[in-house]
């Protein structure tokens, strides 16, 4: 197997690449005055699987059209098979006609992978999991829910935090922080203005008084959706609040405004380097990828 860190995803490409003891193929790449990107591999990839690692976070249209190059290359340069480890994967919000007229972005972006040469694709905490069932080629979803909270446990220390889902929509991440973080768990109930983007949460039925609390969810944009959610838990008499996510895009003061509303911390993953990446998603990541060419 061979593995390219995309130049998105540099770092945690060759972490992937040392933990399974793969040989990484280096790729080079520019932007051309007019905008356009370019990528050339550096080194030979005839006859393997090829693992590509980059994730699609902001610039979103520019990663994505430089994972297609590299995959083109690629295949191009004689790849048996070629696996896209995309951790954040853009576009899989817009998963259904929400306003008519719209399209389905995600679908779109699928079947443009597709032609450049990609043959699976392996994705972390994807929006909304079924959205892989309509790919031309096979995706899984894994979930770095349980790293991040056993973040919590052992660098935090923090013991039987609440788990708590901005929505209801997540209540499935908040249920998997629980089993590991050994409180309980709850959901807010949030509601977005589908013209504006604003975000509202109302209170759900639990009790945070005095406990730790712990938002877990897949992204933080513009971090609109932990701000409401953890003044409701101030609200609510909650002791600590801290944040977690999976994808921290942080868009411009995201990252102020959450610690201004009374969060602690914020923890996330380097499926998008930022401050707050705390938990690589290496391991996780290289277990798959060593699973899937095994069997
Ligand atoms: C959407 O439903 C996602 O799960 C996140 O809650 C959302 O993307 C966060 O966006 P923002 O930080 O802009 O509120």
Redesign the pocket.
């Known amino acids: 197997m061979k593995i390219i860190a995309g130049p998105a995803s540099k770092e945690l490409g060759t972490r992937v690449a040392k933990l399974l003891n793969a040989e990484p193929v280096s790729v080079f790449s520019k932007t051309f005055p007019d905008g356009e990107s370019y990528v050339r591999l550096e080194g030979s990839v005839e006859s393997e699987n090829v693992v590509i690692v980059q994730t699609t976070s902001p610039p979103q249209d520019n990663r994505l059209i430089q994972l297609a190059l590299i995959a083109d290359a690629a295949k191009r340069n004689g790849a048996k098979k070629v696996t896209a480890v995309v951790p954040y994967l853009a576009y899989a919000?817009q998963d259904k006609v929400f306003l008519q007229g719209e399209a389905i972005s995600i679908e779109a972006v699928a079947k443009m992978l597709k032609a450049a040469g990609i043959d699976s694709l392996l994705t972390v905490n994807v929006?909304q999991e079924k959205v892989l069932e309509k790919f031309p080629f096979p995706a899984k979803n894994l979930s770095a829910i349980p790293l991040l909270a056993e973040y919590f446990t052992k660098e935090k220390v923090v013991k039987e935090a609440f788990a708590i889902a901005?929505?209801k929509?997540?209540v499935y991440i908040a249920e998997q922080a629980r089993k590991v973080l050994g409180g309980e768990c709850g959901y807010l109930e949030?509601h977005?203005d589908r013209y504006t983007g604003q975000?509202s949460v109302e209170k759900g039925e639990f009790n945070v008084k005095g406990k730790t609390a712990i938002i877990f969810?897949?992204?933080?944009?513009?971090?609109?959706?932990?701000v409401a959610a953890a003044k409701i838990l101030h609200e609510l008499g909650a002791g600590r609040v801290y944040a977690a996510c999976v994808h921290p895009l942080l868009?411009g003061d995201?990252e102020k405004r959450i610690r201004e509303a009374g969060v602690e911390d914020i923890v996330g993953t380097d499926s998008v380097q930022s401050s707050v990446s705390k938990v690589s998603l290496a391991p996780l990541i290289a277990k798959e990828l060593k699973e899937l060419l095994s069997g």
Do not use: E, F, Y
């Open positions: 919000r929006h901005p929505d929509g997540a949030k977005r975000v969810d897949d992204i933080i944009s513009t971090g609109g959706t932990i868009v995201a």
